[in-house]
């Protein structure tokens, strides 16, 4: 018997698809998923024993990852992302992955010294990632304005971008790269 079915099936199937964005992502720990997802049971399924089912959501989300992963390329779409961020990094950029929001980011350019910019995206952008193949980047300058059609920085990132076979575009200041969100992970 599935121990969501007193929940109801549309929260069933809402805490089955958070399991699997917050397990895809690829930078939740075991105890951030977990954490994440007793919320949400108790939130939306307070019936349920959500030590019960978390380790269940978690379990089923980690399995059906595994069966994905075995048809995957040996280098994946984040594969070539995280190689562009590292090279952003060494050229003096601030990145920030899978943060809460633009504080978050904004505070981690503020504490770096001598910054060329900063390149950040949230979790809810990477969950986007997961579900649509679609990651948006933000790009700012070292005073936190956002980058322009034309100027050096968009430029430079776009140009890494496309090198990795990471097609991108600027759009309404954010950079929308296509993505197939396929990152091995291991809790």
């Not at 977990?34 to 949400?40: G, I, K, M």
Request: charged share 30%.
């Amino acid at each position: 018997m599935d121990v969501l079915s007193a929940a109801g099936e549309r929260t069933a199937r809402e805490l089955r698809g958070l399991a699997r964005v917050l397990v895809r992502s690829g930078y939740a720990d075991r105890a951030a998923v977990t954490t994440a997802l007793t919320e949400a049971v108790q939130e939306d399924a307070p019936a349920a024993d959500a030590a019960v089912v978390v380790p269940e959501l978690i379990a089923e989300a980690e399995a059906d990852l595994r069966a994905d992963a075995e048809t995957w390329p040996a280098e994946t779409g984040p594969d070539r992302l995280d190689a562009v961020l590292a090279e952003l990094e060494s050229l003096g950029i601030v990145v920030v992955r899978y943060c809460a929001d633009h504080h978050d980011a904004r505070r981690a350019l503020e504490a770096a010294t001598d910054p060329k910019g900063l390149v950040f995206f949230t979790d809810t952008d990477v969950w986007h990632a997961v579900d649509f193949g679609m990651l948006e980047l933000k790009v700012w300058h070292p005073d936190t304005a956002n980058v322009a059609p034309g100027e050096p920085l968009l430029e430079d990132v776009l140009a890494l971008l496309h090198e990795r076979d990471l097609p991108a575009t600027f759009d309404e200041g954010r950079i929308e790269v296509t993505v197939d969100w396929q990152r091995r992970v291991e809790l």
